[in-house]
């Protein structure tokens, strides 16, 4: 399981997406351009002191991420408010990459189009969208409760 980024555009979304990363163990690929320095003494600088605990790829490109991501043969799931599929009745697997958008405009429509799946968030009518780290928790805690990839609780016992 991974999570990926597409050229995000608020700094604390990232920190925020990365701390779940560190916390749950799932890796963060972070697709570029980003619209705030990424660098990791930037990073640092906004408080992210679990930086050292995330596996962060960064991908100049779309393309470039791409590339790897098809090495690992991982799915790429696309959270999106336009999906029709829910993510509580999507069957999440191990190796599947969740993909978030752009908070100010998603991906283009060559990056939705070979999505292996595009996936939303139940919510009701009239609202437009979670906050793009508050989605990827959601998704996320779905996707490893039904893969059972959770952390153990009892390390010594594992």
Same mark, same amino acid.
């Given at each position: 399981?991974?999570?990926?980024?597409?050229?995000?555009?608020?700094?604390?979304?990232?920190?925020?997406?990365? !701390?779940? #990363?560190?916390?749950?163990?799932?890796? /963060? +690929?972070?697709?570029?351009?980003?619209? %705030?320095?990424?660098? $990791?003494? =930037?990073?640092? !600088?906004? #408080?992210?002191?679990?930086?050292?605990? /995330? +596996?962060?790829?960064?991908?100049?490109? %779309?393309?470039?991420? $791409?590339? =790897?991501?098809?090495?690992?043969?991982?799915?790429?799931?696309?959270?999106?408010?336009?999906?029709?599929?829910?993510?509580?009745?999507?069957?999440?697997?191990?190796?599947?990459?969740?993909?978030?958008?752009?908070?100010?405009?998603?991906?283009?429509?060559?990056?939705?189009?070979?999505?292996?799946a595009r996936l939303r968030i139940p919510m009701l009518p009239g609202l437009r969208s979670l906050n793009i780290a508050v989605a990827a928790a959601i998704v996320v805690g779905e996707a490893l409760r039904q893969t059972g990839g959770f952390?153990?609780?009892?390390?010594?016992?594992?």
């Amino acid at each position: 399981m991974r999570l990926a980024l597409y050229q995000p555009d608020i700094a604390q979304n990232t920190g925020t997406i990365l !701390r779940l #990363g560190a916390c749950l163990g799932i890796p /963060v +690929d972070v697709i570029g351009p980003a619209g %705030f320095d990424m660098s $990791d003494r =930037a990073l640092r !600088r906004a #408080g992210l002191d679990y930086l050292a605990h /995330v +596996d962060l790829t960064r991908h100049v490109s %779309f393309e470039d991420f $791409d590339v =790897a991501r098809r090495v690992t043969a991982g799915r790429l799931v696309l959270l999106s408010s336009h999906a029709e599929t829910s993510h509580i009745d999507f069957c999440f697997a191990p190796g599947d990459v969740i993909l978030l958008g752009r908070e100010s405009a998603g991906v283009p429509r060559p990056v939705h189009d070979i999505a292996d799946a595009r996936l939303r968030i139940p919510m009701l009518p009239g609202l437009r969208s979670l906050n793009i780290a508050v989605a990827a928790a959601i998704v996320v805690g779905e996707a490893l409760r039904q893969t059972g990839g959770f952390p153990c609780a009892n390390p010594p016992e594992c």
